[in-house]
């Protein structure tokens, strides 16, 4: 079947832009985690949905970036007011269930603010 | 803090060679240890998955090992092959959280 798919592959924006990057899960997967990797450095934690339950957003950065996502579909992060160090790799992965131990990637947006 | 250690940053080898990653951890309590390929332009995906009773798993040419007292971990790649080339990343998750902690990769490349 499909896996996890993100929408754009790539992204180029002018500093101070907003911008938003598109997640679509595997079918019927209820856990849903957003991560930014930047050049060199581990995967960071962002955002984690888990169902219709509230999402943890202790990852977020700044309040510029925000993240949705309607019941277990498609997610969207959004980051506003793009600034030079939010250029990264944004991956999106997915979980078949609460605790299940697999996330299933994406192949991420690589965004590049200039 | 939970920390996850990789080394080296990067390596390169000949095809048909062998090349051990190493892991160091500091997270607890710890739950699994798994290790993950990312190729070029693709998300990472999981090549094993070892809980605190297991020392060692393999697939395919890739073993890992676990250590669970001295917090180690290693990936040794058999008779390498070019699209072995990627980064791996060691991962670990603390019990009964839905976090992980990743550690920066080891970079691989095989040439011919």
């Known amino acids: 079947g499909a896996g996890v798919s ?6 180029v924006t002018e500093k101070g832009k907003d911008v938003e990057l598109r997640c679509d899960p595997i079918s019927g ?4 985690y957003w991560y930014r990797q930047r050049l060199g450095q581990g995967l960071e934690f962002l955002i984690y949905f888990q169902g219709n ?3 943890d957003k202790s990852g977020l950065p700044s309040d510029r970036f925000s993240a949705e996502r309607t019941g277990e579909s498609v997610s969207t992060l959004t980051i506003q007011r793009t600034q030079q160090e939010d250029s ?3 991956l999106c992965a997915s979980v078949p269930y609460s605790g299940g131990e697999t996330q299933y990637f994406g ?3 690589r965004l590049l603010v200039l | 803090k939970n920390q996850v250690e990789q080394s080296p940053q990067s390596l ?3 095809e048909g060679k062998n090349c051990t990653l190493q892991c160091n951890y500091t997270v607890s309590p710890f ?3 798994r290790w993950y390929k990312q190729d070029t332009g693709r998300g990472p995906v999981s090549l094993t998955i070892m809980t605190f009773s297991e020392n060692t798993k393999s697939n395919g040419r890739y073993t890992a090992t676990l250590d669970a007292d001295t917090k180690q971990s290693s990936l040794h790649i058999t008779a390498s092959q070019l699209s072995d080339s990627a980064s791996y990343i060691c991962v670990v ?3 009964n959280d839905y976090k992980l902690s990743f550690g920066a990769g080891t970079t691989v490349t095989v040439r011919a």
């Open chain 1, 6 to 11: 993100q929408s754009p592959s790539n992204k």
């Open chain 1, 29 to 32: 997967h209820t856990a849903l």
């Open chain 1, 53 to 55: 339950s509230a999402p």
């Open chain 1, 88 to 90: 990264a790799v944004y």
């Open chain 1, 107 to 109: 192949p991420g947006t």
């Open chain 2, 12 to 14: 390169i080898i000949l």
């Open chain 2, 31 to 33: 739950s699994n240890l």
């Open chain 2, 93 to 95: 998750r603390v019990y």
